[in-house]
């Protein structure tokens, strides 16, 4: 069936890196833009990158461009998010979630998420 | 960056009554490109409307989404025991592709 799965996360040291992988399966991940959206504890979704279908556009948040570098490997079907100099604030649940508009021809909703991986950076 | 605020911020209510939740932009939303996202405790978000008001697959039509510009609202007509969650609303157009801060619909 249609899935993301994410893994990666852990427990790290603030000012340390840190890379989320997200595996994608029954579906052909080669024609979808992919966003990682995150969630710290009993708050809001926050949005915080996305990647075009074919890996050349890349957006970020405010919070984390510099930062966070958002990649995929189409012949894997893995999306990752690399994530430098951590901050105690970056301490969320970090989704993957897949655009439900082929290629690009224009922005779409979030319709697959993976099950989140939890990060926790400690100070 | 367009923000998106809700309200109410808690919706108190009982099932069988109706929900009607508000989604504010702080500038007009291009193209209608505004979702909505329910998230259960413990769960990832799951998409119910996108383009403003189109029901993604499987979402029943008690849910619907309507609106234009910098408002839009999603309706709940029939609250079941389900649909107690959280709703959010994101603008999925030009990045920073922003959330809401969230309604948590309770019993």
């Known amino acids: 069936q249609v899935q993301l799965v994410e893994s990666g996360g852990g427990v790290v040291q603030a000012g340390r890196s840190l890379r989320l992988s997200c595996a994608a399966s029954g579906f052909t991940f080669s024609s979808y833009a992919v966003h990682w959206v995150r969630q710290a504890p009993g708050k809001g979704l926050e949005w915080v990158a996305v990647?075009?279908?074919?890996?050349?556009?890349?957006y970020y948040a405010d919070s984390v461009k510099g930062r966070f570098t958002i990649s995929r490997d189409n012949s894997e079907n893995t999306l990752y998010l690399q994530m430098n100099s951590l901050r105690a604030e970056d301490t969320a649940v970090y989704y993957c979630?897949?655009?439900?508009?082929?290629?690009?021809?224009?922005?779409?909703?979030?319709?697959?998420w993976g099950q989140g991986t939890m990060v926790i950076v400690s100070s | 960056e367009i923000v998106l605020t809700q309200s109410p911020g808690t919706l108190s209510l009982s099932p069988g009554e109706g929900a009607t939740l508000s989604c504010r932009a702080s500038q007009s939303v291009s193209s209608n490109y505004l979702a909505w996202y329910q998230q259960k405790p413990g769960q990832a978000p799951r998409l119910l409307i996108y383009?403003?008001?189109s029901r993604a697959t499987g979402v029943p039509d008690r849910f619907s989404g309507s609106g234009s510009g910098t408002d839009f609202t999603l309706t709940i007509s029939r609250l079941e025991s389900e649909d107690f969650a959280v709703y959010y609303c994101?603008?999925?157009?030009?990045?920073?592709?922003?959330f809401g801060q969230g309604t948590k619909v309770e019993i």
């Open positions: 990647i075009s279908y074919d890996g050349s556009d890349k």
């Open positions: 383009g403003a008001s």
């Open positions: 979630a897949r655009s439900n508009i082929v290629g690009a021809t224009r922005p779409g909703a979030l319709d697959i």
């Open positions: 994101q603008h999925y157009g030009r990045s920073p592709k922003t």
